[in-house]
């Protein structure tokens, strides 16, 4: 019960923070500019519309859900209103959870939201859907990164500059391990190689969620496309578990000083 509050009052506060129609802009933006790189192509019109509509859809979503998260979370800590709820009888581990459970409703939304402009280019059905789910998987666990972030600070341009930091690095973790294996190709002792591999167990593959080939239907068989959608859940699962212990002991360590 006091988890549904919280989280009720979270996508309330998004709302009246016009949350939805920030979400509808971004769409109707990702449309204007797909028709628009759809209406310079010569040839294969539709498939240059989805090659500009889906990236932008997702990079479009991921900065809705971490701006509203981000300011949400400090806006409460300097109102004092987080303040009002931890006082209640009532855990901090649940006001986290409530938390995490509106920001996924929210996440889940916009990434609905956010599909609809890749419909009007006929997309491949199955590449689509697996797409939208591991775009609602990528915002949820953008949420609750943001949710460890905006605990630990209190402030929104070193939140929001964290949160950044975090999805450039782990959307290209994977140029950085290929950078390290030339490097260690062409060195005897490999420096970069402990550092590398700390990185990498430390920030989730964003690379591998929400692939634009999917909406192609270039996922190769069905097995395939499933094991593709099988570690995007594993990886969504773990880090986001993980971002919700980091902010949870924030708020322990807290309540101890």
């Known amino acids: 019960m006091k988890i549904r509050t919280v989280a009720r009052d979270t996508i309330l506060e998004a709302v009246r923070g016009r949350w939805l129609w920030m979400a509808a802009l971004g769409a109707l ?26 990236p932008i859809a997702r990079i479009v979503a991921v900065l809705i859900v971490s701006l509203n998260a981000i300011t949400s979370l400090v806006r ?49 059905p199955l590449g689509t859907l697996v797409w939208t789910a591991s775009l609602v998987l990528e915002l949820v666990l953008m949420a609750s990164v943001c949710l460890a972030i905006g605990v630990v600070l209190t402030q929104i341009p070193p939140a929001v500059g964290a949160v950044v930091a975090f999805y450039v690095l782990a959307r290209d973790l994977h140029v950085v391990q290929l950078l390290a294996a030339r490097a260690q190709s062409y060195s005897d002792f490999g420096p970069a190689g402990p550092v590398v591999q700390a990185i990498t167990a430390v920030f989730p593959r964003l690379d ?44 322990r360590r807290a309540q101890l000083g």
């Open 76 to 124: 409460e800590q300097s109102d004092r209103t987080q303040l009002l709820a931890l006082a209640a009888p009532m855990s901090r581990s649940a006001w986290l959870a409530g938390k995490m459970v509106g920001l996924g409703a929210i996440a889940s939304l916009t990434a609905l939201v956010l599909t609809l402009p890749l419909l009007a280019f006929g997309p491949d």
């Open 29 to 54: 933006a990702v449309v204007a500019i797909a028709a628009f790189a759809r209406g310079l192509a010569l040839t294969e019109d539709h498939e240059v519309g989805l090659a500009f509509a889906a």
């Open 208 to 251: 591998l969620f929400t692939r634009t080939q999917w909406v192609f239907g270039d996922a190769g068989a069905g097995g395939g496309l499933i094991s593709d959608f099988s570690v995007v859940l594993l990886q969504a699962v773990i880090y986001s578990l993980l971002a919700f212990s980091v902010a949870a002991l924030d708020l």
